[in-house]
């Protein structure tokens, strides 16, 4: 239809209303030749959906337009935007913050049963009322300030590629305040440790738990991820060599951890 619109002005034609309701034709004399390109139905679909994308961006920015044109997902859509994230960290294998995002996701559903959470609809108000359901539901502070840090990250984001406008941030002074998590980590006393290496298995389960734990202890509080991404050539002699997993992408904090066998 759109290519049956568009030919006949190149002929000479004088159409009106394109893409509107209602169109208007006035007559001429006579049309004369003209070349005309066909665009293919799938090309009109992401034609179209391309101009749908630039009517919706708050500012224009090529940059935005691409990531939104190139997104599967909905980029409007806080959920959608927490899973994509969580994606994106699983295939770098960032494990636990990438599960951390995927559990937010889910909860906000959960609080909203089948509905598209609009991330402009998310104020202060909104925050407040869900972190109420969250506590009535059961969950911790804690839990529920690590999973509102993740959604913060989102905002942060979308704002920053100038999706999202920064007057409608609901986080801040005299806005929306994560609450403080209650922090009981403590480390074990010496007596406690000795008694897990005094302890006497009872399974392999039991043996195999045991001894991950005290070569994470004894590796520097080494994470069990690094223990299970260690490889031969690690080893120098009399010790091992390795940098932890989370520190990877931080060139100050990426110091090689050596280990004593």
Do not use: C
Not at 30 to 39: N, Q, S, W, Y
Not at 67 to 94: M, P
Not at 196 to 203: G, K, N, T
């Amino acid at each position: 239809v759109g290519d049956v619109a568009e030919l006949p002005p190149k002929m000479g034609a004088r159409i009106r209303g394109h893409g509107t309701g209602r169109i208007v034709i006035d007559g001429v004399d006579r049309l004369h030749g003209a070349e005309h390109r066909v665009i293919s139905d799938s090309m009109r679909v992401e034609l179209d959906r391309a101009e749908e994308i630039i009517k919706q961006l708050q500012f224009f920015s090529f940059e935005t337009f691409k990531l939104r044109f190139s997104f599967k997902g909905d980029r409007k859509n806080l959920v959608a935007l927490l899973e994509a994230h969580s994606q994106s960290l699983l295939s770098k294998k960032k494990i636990s913050n990438g599960n951390l995002y995927h559990q937010a996701a889910d909860l906000l559903q959960k609080y909203k049963p089948g509905e598209r959470i609009i991330i402009d609809t998310v104020t202060p108000e909104w925050l407040t009322e869900f972190e109420k359901w969250a506590v009535g539901e059961g969950y911790s502070y804690t839990t529920i300030s690590m999973y509102l840090i993740r959604v913060r990250k989102i905002f942060n984001d979308v704002i920053k590629l100038n999706e999202l406008s920064a007057k409608q941030y609901p986080f801040g002074k005299d806005k929306y305040k994560i609450p403080k998590s209650n922090n009981n980590k403590r480390p074990l006393a010496i007596d406690e440790i000795m008694a897990i290496y005094s302890y006497e298995p009872v399974s392999e389960n039991e043996s195999f738990a045991k001894d991950m734990f005290l070569f994470s202890y004894l590796a520097n509080g080494m994470n069990l991820y690094d223990v299970f991404n260690l490889k031969w050539e690690n080893i120098d002699d009399d010790h091992f060599t390795f940098i932890r997993k989370k520190n990877e992408d931080r060139p100050t904090a990426s110091v090689p951890i050596s280990v004593v066998i």
